[in-house]
């Protein structure tokens, strides 16, 4: 069995949060196709969260009361930018309202506040060699975004969405994306992991790095084993604290449950037997 | 001693003969000391948000917890199903009590045995280190021998406390089960046993159905549901059980703000745990002694001999 800190890889990908919940500023909502993307102010924040940490996020007022009288939990995002500004980080969420907190969440408006905790959880760390080849799928390209931001143009990006709406947030990467939509309404219709597989075929020293939905991340997974690439994978799982209190989102690895929270949310594909365990994804 | 990096208070009090500079406290499993360094760094030790540390529960062997998904989030609250992962005895003592012991609060270490020997065995190892301050023996768990939980029933409290007391002078909190049909009576019949304190309540039990499925949500069917939900519960047992026994008690429940705090001390309670809030606020019960210190100052009356400017 495994609580706390087992698989904690040699030089942890973390920037410690400050302690405690902070507020931050509504600066801007941005709609790109069908998702938007949330930015705030946070100047008591640091300014170099790794790419793949994440964020407790809870609307400062009227968080609750909604349907079911929910939400009552903040909410995980990773942030998907940093911008550097004199009064400190401005940070991207990018939000798809799919619950009571998500619906919250993009009603903001600029001016109104923010309940924020984190950067928490680990990172993506640096490739140790070969070329990074960054795999996105749906609301996941978010994290991928802020590893493209750090990595630069000598990275890879593939990116798969349901459709061009959803493909609205390609838009952000600063090297263009090569593009899989399941309706062929952007880019090839295909899976993204179709992309994945020739990219792999040309250049199979690459180092993976995706986050999206379980079955995308199962398949990478699946790919990245046969073909012996090493890969770095950001999940996804309901949480409560973030900051490993609760206990409440572990996952199943290879050296037992580990707080996703804590250990994660970016974990070697190579301490996972699979993607799609109970739960996954929620 | 330092009290400048615990939360604000009006006072210390005494618990059960150990002196705290002040009544906030965590509930067991919902703050994980040493998993906030991690995430927070030595930040947590300069701000530690509760006048006493209480450990997440440890048992004799060690535990994995149960299979995700744990957690739904609930009207004002949330169901979890965890199923008390920790390192088993051992492991608590190598890795987590040097740690725990390093934090400038009072340390409360919970356990929990499934039979009368188990629990001999781990208020015995734990009550022996002078680390610790207190032990929590938590009660919501069924004795593997009779099949009855240890809190649910007067005589089975009973009788797991008669047979530990004797093993430490280390003063034990009971903290009680609120699915027992009298926990006023539980209690009555843990102090007269020899417990020192009462700390109420635990999660009530309670479940979630997958909307897609109409299936058990939770990965160990069941779960307990904490967080505002179940503050007025808490409240009406706390004035219950004061009203019974004359112990000292640790009043929980959906605590969010020193008015929910002070609450609970009005209705009987010595000191005040903070759980499910600290999930959405690491620092929860920094603040919440902080308003509640500040309410206490207001509606006290001035000392004799303070000036009165």
């Given at each position: 069995?495994?609580?706390?800190?087992?698989?904690?890889?040699?030089?942890?990908?973390?920037?410690?949060?400050p302690f405690?919940?902070?507020?931050?500023?509504?600066?801007?909502?941005?709609?790109?196709?069908?998702?938007?993307?949330l930015?705030?102010?946070?100047?008591?924040?640091?300014p170099?969260?790794?790419?793949?940490?994440?964020?407790?996020?809870?609307a400062?007022a009227?968080?609750?009361?909604g349907?079911?009288?929910?939400?009552?939990?903040?909410?995980?995002?990773?942030?998907c930018?940093?911008?550097?500004?004199?009064?400190?980080?401005?940070?991207?969420f990018?939000l798809?309202a799919?619950?009571?907190?998500?619906e919250?969440?993009?009603?903001l408006?600029p001016?109104?506040d923010?309940?924020?905790v984190?950067?928490?959880?680990l990172?993506?760390?640096?490739?140790?060699r070969?070329?990074?080849?960054l795999v996105g799928?749906g609301?996941?390209?978010?994290?991928?975004l802020?590893l493209?931001?750090?990595?630069g143009?000598?990275?890879?990006v593939l990116?798969g969405?349901?459709?061009?709406?959803h493909?609205?947030?390609?838009?952000?990467?600063?090297?263009?994306p090569r593009l899989?939509?399941?309706?062929?309404?952007?880019?090839?219709h295909?899976?993204?992991?179709d992309l994945?597989?020739?990219?792999?075929d040309?250049?199979?020293?690459?180092?993976?790095?995706?986050?999206?939905?379980?079955?995308?991340?199962?398949?990478?997974?699946?790919?990245?084993a046969?073909?012996?690439v090493?890969?770095?994978l950001?999940?996804?799982?309901g949480?409560?604290?973030?900051?490993?209190?609760?206990?409440?989102?572990?996952?199943p690895?290879?050296?037992?449950?580990?707080?996703?929270?804590?250990?994660?949310?970016?974990?070697?594909a190579?301490?996972?037997e699979?993607l799609?365990?109970?739960?996954?994804?929620? | 001693?330092r009290?400048?990096?615990?939360?604000?208070?009006?006072?210390?009090?005494?618990?059960?003969?150990?002196e705290?500079?002040?009544?906030?406290?965590?509930?067991?499993?919902t703050?994980?000391?040493?998993?906030?360094?991690?995430?927070?760094?030595?930040?947590v030790l300069?701000?530690?948000p509760?006048?006493?540390?209480?450990?997440?529960?440890?048992?004799?062997?060690p535990r994995?917890g149960n299979?995700?998904?744990?957690?739904?989030?609930?009207?004002?609250?949330?169901?979890n199903?965890?199923?008390?992962?920790?390192?088993g005895?051992?492991?608590?003592?190598?890795?987590?009590?040097?740690?725990?012991?390093?934090?400038p609060a009072?340390?409360?270490?919970?356990?929990?045995?499934?039979?009368?020997?188990?629990l001999?065995?781990?208020?015995?190892?734990?009550?022996a280190?002078?680390?610790?301050?207190?032990?929590?023996l938590n009660f919501s768990c069924p004795?593997?021998?009779?099949g009855?939980?240890?809190?649910?029933e007067?005589?089975?409290?009973?009788?797991a406390?008669?047979?530990?007391?004797a093993?430490t002078?280390?003063?034990?909190?009971v903290k009680?089960?609120?699915?027992a049909?009298?926990?006023?009576?539980?209690?009555?019949?843990?102090?007269?046993?020899?417990?020192d304190g009462?700390?109420?309540i635990n999660?009530l039990?309670?479940?979630?159905?997958?909307?897609?499925?109409?299936?058990?949500w939770l990965?160990?069917?069941?779960?307990g549901?904490?967080?505002p939900?179940?503050r007025a519960v808490?409240?009406?047992?706390?004035?219950?059980?004061?009203?019974?026994?004359?112990?000292?008690?640790?009043?929980?429940?959906?605590?969010a703000?020193?008015?929910?705090?002070?609450?609970l001390?009005?209705?009987?309670?010595?000191?005040?745990?903070v759980?499910?809030?600290?999930?959405?606020?690491?620092?929860?019960?920094?603040?919440?002694?902080d308003?509640?210190?500040?309410s206490?100052?207001r509606?006290?009356?001035?000392r004799?001999?303070a000036?009165?400017?």
């Amino acid at each position: 069995m495994s609580t706390d800190g087992a698989i904690a890889p040699p030089a942890e990908a973390r920037t410690l949060a400050p302690f405690g919940r902070r507020r931050a500023r509504v600066a801007a909502v941005e709609e790109q196709g069908a998702y938007r993307v949330l930015w705030a102010c946070d100047p008591q924040g640091p300014p170099d969260p790794r790419p793949g940490q994440f964020y407790m996020l809870a609307a400062a007022a009227s968080w609750g009361g909604g349907e079911g009288e929910r939400p009552y939990l903040p909410r995980a995002f990773s942030h998907c930018r940093v911008v550097s500004e004199a009064s400190g980080p401005r940070l991207g969420f990018m939000l798809d309202a799919v619950g009571p907190g998500t619906e919250r969440l993009t009603d903001l408006r600029p001016g109104e506040d923010l309940w924020l905790v984190g950067p928490l959880g680990l990172g993506f760390r640096a490739p140790a060699r070969g070329r990074a080849l960054l795999v996105g799928g749906g609301i996941g390209a978010a994290p991928i975004l802020a590893l493209a931001d750090e990595l630069g143009p000598t990275a890879t990006v593939l990116l798969g969405f349901r459709s061009v709406a959803h493909a609205g947030v390609s838009s952000l990467f600063i090297a263009e994306p090569r593009l899989a939509t399941d309706d062929g309404s952007a880019g090839r219709h295909a899976l993204v992991t179709d992309l994945l597989h020739d990219e792999l075929d040309h250049d199979p020293a690459a180092t993976v790095f995706a986050c999206g939905p379980p079955p995308m991340l199962e398949a990478v997974r699946a790919l990245c084993a046969t073909r012996g690439v090493e890969a770095q994978l950001a999940l996804e799982s309901g949480m409560a604290c973030g900051y490993g209190a609760c206990f409440g989102c572990v996952v199943p690895t290879r050296s037992g449950f580990v707080r996703l929270c804590l250990d994660g949310p970016v974990l070697d594909a190579a301490e996972l037997e699979t993607l799609l365990f109970a739960g996954a994804g929620h | 001693m330092r009290t400048d990096n615990l939360p604000p208070s009006a006072g210390p009090i005494d618990l059960c003969g150990v002196e705290l500079a002040g009544p906030i406290l965590n509930a067991s499993g919902t703050f994980d000391a040493i998993a906030a360094r991690r995430a927070f760094g030595d930040a947590v030790l300069e701000r530690f948000p509760f006048h006493a540390f209480v450990s997440k529960t440890v048992t004799l062997e060690p535990r994995a917890g149960n299979p995700p998904p744990r957690l739904w989030e609930a009207p004002a609250g949330l169901l979890n199903s965890i199923g008390l992962p920790n390192r088993g005895l051992e492991g608590f003592l190598r890795h987590d009590l040097p740690r725990l012991a390093e934090l400038p609060a009072p340390l409360v270490v919970s356990v929990m045995g499934f039979d009368g020997n188990e629990l001999e065995r781990l208020v015995g190892t734990v009550g022996a280190r002078p680390e610790v301050a207190l032990i929590e023996l938590n009660f919501s768990c069924p004795n593997v021998e009779t099949g009855l939980e240890m809190g649910a029933e007067p005589a089975e409290a009973a009788r797991a406390v008669a047979g530990v007391r004797a093993l430490t002078d280390t003063p034990l909190l009971v903290k009680l089960s609120p699915s027992a049909s009298d926990p006023p009576a539980v209690a009555a019949a843990a102090a007269d046993a020899g417990a020192d304190g009462i700390v109420l309540i635990n999660t009530l039990r309670a479940t979630a159905l997958d909307p897609r499925t109409r299936r058990p949500w939770l990965g160990g069917g069941g779960g307990g549901l904490s967080g505002p939900a179940v503050r007025a519960v808490a409240l009406g047992q706390v004035a219950g059980v004061a009203a019974r026994v004359a112990l000292p008690l640790i009043g929980m429940g959906g605590v969010a703000s020193g008015a929910h705090a002070a609450d609970l001390l009005a209705a009987g309670a010595r000191a005040v745990a903070v759980g499910t809030e600290s999930f959405r606020d690491p620092s929860a019960g920094y603040r919440i002694g902080d308003e509640l210190a500040e309410s206490l100052r207001r509606r006290s009356p001035p000392r004799p001999g303070a000036s009165s400017e």
